[in-house]
């Protein structure tokens, strides 16, 4: 009687384990995908800087390998330190792509820093059709 208790413990168990939501047991496992490379564009994103990276350095820094429009380290609001990255706008496509080459993976500060493609922050819109687009039906 008492190898029948344990094994019908066991059983509830495992029922337990295949239906729980918890991550143990049968769940389907998380899979994470980086996100998608940016499509070649004037601004940089830059990522690894010092702390005592300053957006003036910065465009020092990124002004070797072309003309910066634009160059911003992000900081905390409270401490007014780098939080770490920043961006880079060059006037053209070939000025970033130079600029990536010659600061990927180098140092700045003291800190390695990774140089990128920015994400869009907003994709360009396609154009979509409206009800006053679409001509009656007579």
Do not use: C
């Amino acid at each position: 009687m008492a190898a029948a208790a344990t094994a019908t413990a066991t059983a509830r168990q495992g029922f337990r384990r295949m239906f729980s939501t918890s991550g143990s047991g049968f769940a389907r496992p998380r899979t994470t995908l980086p996100p998608p490379k940016a499509d070649p564009n004037p601004s940089l994103f830059v990522s690894g800087l010092s702390k005592r990276t300053t957006s003036e350095g910065l465009k020092e820094a990124f002004k070797k390998f072309g003309r910066v429009m634009h160059a911003r380290v992000v900081t905390d609001r409270n401490s007014g330190y780098s939080r770490g990255f920043g961006f880079v706008r060059y006037e053209t496509v070939e000025e970033a792509a130079r600029g990536i080459e010659g600061l990927d993976g180098k140092f700045l500060d003291g800190w390695v820093i990774f140089a990128e493609y920015a994400r869009l922050k907003y994709p360009p819109q396609q154009e979509q059709e409206t009800a006053a687009d679409i001509p009656p039906q007579i």
